[in-house]
């Protein structure tokens, strides 16, 4: 029996969650974005294991995060292949705010022209549309934004807040042009 691959690999745009699904992810793809609405769990970007660029992302930065990504794929010369990984809460449980924000990258990705995407990113592009008026108030009425609110108070909520709405992106690993 032929094992089927875990990493998306007919798609140029793929989606996952959690370090597990980014690992799953990294081989193949020239990006990786780690998307965390509320930052602060157990998950690290640091320890996925990816010789390609690694990027964090947010709903505020989709636009900019994707020119970037369009730049690259043309420095490349060829298609770019993107992997966006939704953080997810603590132990890989879902996280409706990681994933809206990584809905929100996929859809910039796309209406940059990189639009060759799986059925899960499609997914996470289908809630981020369907739920795009209501970003802002997801992330303070979900579980984490809840949890958030009780244990560090509402500053701490319109800091996560404004945070997952500014439009700067972190490089933590450059794009590579392969040799």
């Known amino acids: 029996m032929n094992s089927i691959p875990r990493n998306q690999p007919h798609y140029q745009v793929r989606f996952d969650w959690g370090i597990d699904g980014a690992n ?41 995060l994707a020119e970037w990504v369009l730049a690259r794929q043309v420095e490349l010369g060829d298609r770019a292949t993107v992997a966006v990984v939704a953080a997810g809460g603590p132990d890989g449980r879902f996280a409706v705010e990681d994933l809206l924000a990584a809905g929100a990258i996929i859809d910039a990705i796309a209406d940059v ?15 981020y549309t369907g739920l795009r008026n209501a970003v802002g108030h997801v992330l303070s009425a979900c579980v984490a934004g809840q949890e958030l609110l009780a244990s560090e108070g509402r500053d701490a909520v319109d800091d996560a807040r404004a945070a997952n709405d500014s439009p700067g992106f972190t490089i933590l690993k450059e794009f590579r042009l392969p040799q």
Not at 41 to 56: C, E, K, S, V, Y
Not at 113 to 123: H, K, L, M, V
């Open 24 to 64: 799953a992810l990294a081989p193949g793809a020239d990006i990786l974005v780690w998307v965390d609405a509320i930052p602060g769990g157990d998950t690290d970007p640091g320890i996925i294991a990816h010789g390609g660029a690694l990027i964090t992302g947010s709903t505020g930065s989709r636009v900019a």
């Open 113 to 127: 022209g990189i639009d060759y995407i799986s059925p899960e990113a499609a997914a996470a592009v289908g809630a």
